[in-house]
């Protein structure tokens, strides 16, 4: 084990050897140097799907926990880390604090695309998922059939930085102590609205999606329209040159309608882009799938004409690379 890995597994044992088991509490992990908490957004009184199983025949198995829940994400900008490094130091930190890892995964073990897009992931800039290199662990306190406290814990790695979300849940106090949620960033650390990067090869590869800024369909249409598209040029010319690289193209929209509808739009707009890849740049129809998530991922406010217009949007996103 190289020294900084040892140095930071060290580090993480350190936090919560004398804890118990307590119903909502909020495990606190002793994170590395240069580890920046990115969002923290906790409520009193929530609920919490915890994974339990890989995501197979169109189903993620979960136990939904209820009670204060605790949602936080930290970007650590230490290069060359994998998923594993990071999380067995967490792993043992939630055993030595009384908790059973009873689920964890890799992520075409978890189910890699469909694994990630069931399961509950804080919005970025706050956490970024790269679909290629992730892990996941489940752990409770309490019996397995009625575990009065959970920890879910996502790590991902990109080629220059990782990313840890923790979710904490637990009984809470009642309905009537109930308080508004918060949403609270590191002092001095505030996150930033996220910008649109160039779509290139290394950015792609970086950050494990990316969005195709300038697509233009016309107003509750699911056919792009005509005319060249810089995004659609640069990405067909990455796909190029990472011949083994396979991708998902992921449709979202805003919030007017109904869920079914804007899913079933999303997903069709999704579609005409991986069509257009297909017929005008003959990329390999296998490499690609289409998916929508209608408006379940947005990446701003749905409460201005700003916001809703970035939230209707397609993705890039890599599966893998080969």
Known sequence: MSA?????RAALLVACTALVPHPGYAFA?????????????????DSFDAPVGRFANG????VTIEGAISRRAWRIGTAGMTPLQIIVPLRDQIEAAGYEVIFECSARTCGGFDFRFATEVLPGPNMYVNLARFR?????????????GAIGILVSA?????????ITAGTGPQAEALLPETAVVAPGDAAPEPVPLPVTGEALLEQGHMVLEDLIFATGSTDLGDGEYTSLADLAAIMTEQPGMRIALVGHTDTVGGLEPNIALSRARARSVR???ISGYGIDPGRMEAEGMGY?????????EEGRRRNRRVEAIVLSVE
């Open 4 to 8: 900084p890995a040892s140095a930071w």
């Open 29 to 45: 992990p002793e994170l590395p140097l240069g580890a920046r908490q990115t969002v923290e957004r906790d409520s009193e009184l």
């Open 59 to 62: 189903v993620l198995p979960s």
């Open 136 to 148: 996941y662990l489940t752990a409770f306190s309490g019996p397995r059939d009625a575990p009065d």
């Open 158 to 166: 990109t080629s220059a930085s990782s990313y840890v979300q923790i």
């Open 275 to 277: 069509q257009r890849l």
């Open 296 to 304: 379940l991922a947005p990446m701003a406010s749905n409460l201005t």
